[in-house]
């Protein structure tokens, strides 16, 4: 059965009335005033909102040409390195480039483009542009053109940690001190740019550690080369990058490349060179240069912080070379509209993969947003650069713990997500000042909040008052007014502590930790007006003692201190991304999960003035995914280096299997699982020797396409092969078939047999046994077969040296245990020696289905009726009840011109600008949809943004939930079994109609059709005989009487023999 709540996407009926009939008014629409709600995290993005296009050719991307003609192998590769085998300058390869661009230019003029701001021929063959709504329209149906994605910005997502990881060690053997030091491999960073002058990055001849000789033979990179330029808009020149400040930027033997791409964001917003961004691939934000250094930031390199030395910090593969590819703008910027004018476009994140490839990079990093979608350009070019032999590794994203949030899910690319490691961290901070009490003189350290105003110069000096309540988590008894209010942590969001402190007089707040270091109190700051502070909970406490006796006077100072924090590891951090994988189930992700928080490495010393950004620091503290995954970056260079013949898929593989799994979610109590950190925690030294690897190539991938139904991407034309073909030669479609080094089965229903091939080598061979922990409520039975595919009898796996071998999990289903569950489990291959090949298992098991039912037909009543079927695959009785038919409610709004990505607080300015509404309990179905013909002016382009609100501290926290983006005002959201208003926690819905192209007009007006389903109309029977018979038909009849024209919804909800739901079908119906 399918999960119970799902969104349809599907081409709905276009025999739509030029006139819509509507019920009477709705019950269900409520009155909230949207402006005192707050966004919890940005809606999905408005993808057609910036007007800004990839479009993609149908032919080969020169790669894939490549490997047509037999010339992406190493012996030809012009980079004689590590891992990339692609030569783009070979004759046939440069001929078949310019015939790919003259075709694009060809395409793009037919169409009136007057300006193309990237062309891509290499891991991707397209081009990016800004297009009309006309344009679009032509474009789509160009016949040299496969698919035009609408451009999408995304936001950027050592010093212990190699010591942590066993590269480095007291007793001189880690991985490091053993020469593992990925000498040469060359790591590319997408990211935010670099800082060129940071010691992580200079090739320092005073330093025989950081001395390198010439790049690596054939590296065609350059430096400081970009892709901003000017852009003209209607002929007028909207940006300029003439204005911005000089930048004198050299590279060096370790920092070999460096290029800018921002024609895409230069296009769509003004680049804040005011304020201090580059035109050029200097960092103005920091987290690129921390990315780099991470990676393959320079060794035993002294880090200075808040002018103390606190630590020495090593990247990754120390002895990699660094190509530095800046796509990401602006920093953290927020212009005065509340707009965030910043983040990295895929138009300029696809021009940076397709230059990476040509240069000669060995690694890519990607520290960015994604779909969970799996067809994106981003996607595509990374699979290209995948089959060249590049290790393409990627964040998780930044939303956890929420479960089904991960992002970078395609098979091709690591996906990792952060944890926590053991060891000690600067704490950097202010002096708090006890100038009289019990405690007095003396300082105390404490860490200044994020939120509230900053501590001014001079500091601020008053009277210490203990809150009553100490947690202030409400509104105070006693009067504070004048002091500098004392408050314990937990209980409330920090927020709300320092507002309740404000009201009742203080004009400054110190909170005592419970436990631990003393952190930089966040959250959404609603214009606290008043500093805040946290110190220790000892200090907390013996101001608290120092109070109670007497008058305590203390002063909130700026002058600098530092502490040092205990840091304990192998805890999943909260926010790392989460499984299941929304795309397919059946591919586990995140993949691996590595250090990724508190992590001290470059940074920018000069970055945006905006925002308090810090200034003069050449290092920095950062956490998050974008943390963690150059983590495996470096360690896919150190794997490189030493296995030169490696494929990515190899290498990726020899990381999961040989990780471990003894971590705890974020309480760090509970067990972590799969769905927290996929294979579990990357262990470096047994990576070395994975003994067997799960092979992978541009087939095995090529099949998961077709099996997630991207026909239209696997084409003779693009890859010589379409999805038949694919079939044909032998290539698995199921995504759990895919050649991956963990196994997930997203719906099992009774039995499921899932094949692995392992590669060997070791060079040996072996006999492995297999041991499987098998997921609870499952029988999993195991065969073997040798490379040949025939039947080992022993049950074991055998393995010659350098050869293949392959196993299968047959998977039951054990009556009784509870469905729609996710269990997790593992299969590990242990050799006579004592080697482990371990993959993590994960199985959601589903009843099985007795029924199969449409999730969605279009209909037209004949006379009043109209005929449908469903298969039953038992025989036994057979029930159906339904909702419906109804027409729906209209509700006449107006949007407000939001061409940029979608804007929270544009959106909210005006009640007229956004509906409001419940949904009842039981209600099986809400469709949202608008129409070009029910907007006041027509031809313009608006988008659907839907919310769900819930209660919070502070009123109601709004959180996105889903999008319609398509390129005009015919929008629709169709939601079968909508969570409802009434007992599931929501408070209501929130819903926009984003006006993203108004053709010029500052608003306009339409009318919003809703349809929510929660109940049956007596002018509508649904019948169907009561028996069902296995395998055969059953005829669904729908008759009504007296409907007036228009276009209807309806549902229908189908039992089996056990009462036991099987399905639920949308109907949407046209009485004519």
Known sequence: MKSNNYLLSVALSAALASTYALANASPHILQVDASQLSATDTAPAALAASGMYIVELKDATAINMATKLGELIPSNQ???????????????????????KAKQAAVATEVGVVEVLHNYAHTFNGFSARLSPAQLKAISKHPDVAAVYPDEVHQLHTSNTPTFLGLINAAGD??????????????????????????????AATNAANTYGPAPAGWAGECNVGSVGSFVRDGVVIYDDSTAPSDEFACNNKLIGARYFGSTFSSVYEMQFGLGEFA?????????????????????????????????????????RLAAYKVCWNANYVSPAGVNERGCFFGDSLAAIDQAVVDGVDVLNYSIGNSQAINTPVYNA????????????????NSGPTAATVSNIAPWIATVAASTYDGTSAVIGNELIINSGTLAPGEIFSVPAVIGTPVPEGGVTADLGLASPVEACGPLSNDLTGQIALIARGGCPFVDKLLNAEAAGAIGAVVYTLSGTPIAMGGVDPGIGIPGVMVFNADGLALADSVSTGTTNVTMSRNGAATEATEVGNIMAGFSSRGVNTQTADILKPDITAPGVRILAASSPQQLQFGGNPQGENFAYLQGTSMSSPHIAGMAALLAGQYPNWTPAQIKSAIMTTARQDLVKEDSVTPADPFDFGAGHVAPAPALNPGLVYSANLGDYLGFLCGQGEAGLVSSARFGADCTDIANAGFATDASQLNYPSIAIGELAGTETISRTVTDVSGNGGTYNVVVDAPEGTAVSVATFDAAGNVIPSGLLEVAPNGTASYSLTFNSVPGFPANQWVFGSVTLERTDGLTVRSPIAVNQIPTQTIIVPELLSLELNRGRVLFFVETLYSGSFGVEHQGLSLPFGVNRTSPSNPGAFNFGINVASPTFYTTFGVPEGATLLRISTRDVLVSVPGTNLDLVLYTCVPSPTGNSCSPLQTSTGPDANE???????????????SFYLLFVQGVDLLGNATVDYTQLIWILDGAEPSTVVSAS????????????????GLASGLYMGTVTFTDGNGEVQGTTALEVVQP
Do not use: C
């Not at 990374?382 to 994203?397: P, R």
């Open 78 to 100: 012009m980079v004689i390195n590590t891992g990339n085998n692609y030569n783009a300058s070979s004759p046939k390869i440069k001929a078949y480039v310019a015939a790919v």
């Open 174 to 203: 880690g991985l490091h001190d053993s020469g593992i030091v990925g000498e040469d491999v060359i790591v590319g960073i997408l990211d935010s740019g670099i800082w060129p002058e940071n010691p992580s990055f200079i090739a």
């Open 280 to 320: 050029s691939a200097r960092d103005a934000d920091g987290h690129g240069s921390h990315t780099a250094s991470t990676a393959a930031g320079n060794a035993d390199v002294t880090a200075v912080l808040g002018g103390a030395e606190v630590g020495s910090v090593s990247g990754i593969a120390p002895r990699a």
């Open 382 to 397: 990374s699979l290209s650069a995948a089959n060249a032999g590049i290790f393409f590794t990627a964040s998780a994203g």
């Open 972 to 986: 629709d959201l169709i939601i079968v079994n909508p969570e409802n208003t009434v007992n599931s926690g929501l």
């Open 1026 to 1041: 009561t028996r069902a018979v296995e395998n055969r038909l059953q005829n669904i009849s729908l008759r009504t009487r």
